[in-house]
């Protein structure tokens, strides 16, 4: 899931949070209702992890899934964000 379009260090990269078929505790669904446009396969359930972040060059993105909804794509922002700073550790 791509995170951010604004430039980058590098031009032409984003930023992006994995999508997965994994159900990790810390792990998001992404439900029906968080795409705007396009969407999961059916009878398939996907996850964002917002601990699983990286870049991809603009060349390296060879299809859309669809778009997310602006306030899914903010919490997985504010978890990574989280994450990051370290606000998370010893939660568990």
């Known amino acids: ?6 430039p980058l260090p590098f031009p032409g990269e984003f930023l992006c949070a994995a999508l997965t078929t994994s159900e990790l505790p810390v792990n998001h669904a992404v439900e029906d209702d968080h795409w705007v446009e396009g969407g999961q396969p059916p009878d398939e359930e996907s996850y964002c992890s917002p601990w699983l972040l990286g870049t ?24 990574a964000l989280d994450y990051l700073d370290g606000s998370r550790r010893g939660r568990d």
């Open 56 to 79: 991809l060059k603009s060349g390296q993105i060879q299809f859309t899934q669809g778009s997310l909804t602006t306030e899914f794509v903010d919490r997985i922002t504010d978890d």
């Open 1 to 6: 899931m791509i995170l951010s379009v604004e």
